[in-house]
Nanobody
Framework: QVQLVESGGGLVQAGGSLRLSCVVS????????MGWYRQAPGKQRELVAR???????SYAEYVEGRAIIFRDNAKNTVYLQMNSLKPEDTAVYYC?????????WGQGTQVTVSS
């Protein structure tokens, strides 16, 4: 079974940075695209960024210029570097394939940005 384990979240002041990691239990080379998602309390889960197997990255408008998604295929890990964090970024962050597969959702990692 495929497992995805997110880490790297925490409490950070507005303007700070975090690097989130997603370790996948299988090779990610053959996965067409991976994504980072987030869900704030009372909100729908939303896509933050995605990266294809060819290394093409795209971002939601609200993180454009503040986030970088990249991957290390040898480590089966997808990263999300987030800079200039805002309180609105507070959410649980998840990784999954893109499009997401329901059975692949993990526990996520909490990001809390204080003002």
């Amino acid at each position: 079974q495929v497992q995805l384990v997110e880490s790297g979240g925490g409490l950070v002041q507005a303007g700070g940075s975090l690097r989130l990691s997603c370790v996948v239990s299988r090779s990610i080379f053959s996965i067409s695209a991976m994504g980072w998602y987030r869900q704030a309390p009372g909100k729908q889960r939303e896509l933050v960024a995605r990266i294809t197997s060819n290394g093409m990255a795209s971002y939601a408008e609200y993180v454009e210029g503040r986030a970088i998604i990249f991957r290390d295929n040898a480590k089966n890990t997808v990263y999300l570097q987030m800079n200039s964090l805002k309180p609105e970024d507070t959410a649980v962050y998840y990784c999954n394939t893109f499009p997401a597969l329901n059975n692949f959702w993990g526990q996520g990692t909490q990001v809390t940005v204080s003002s």
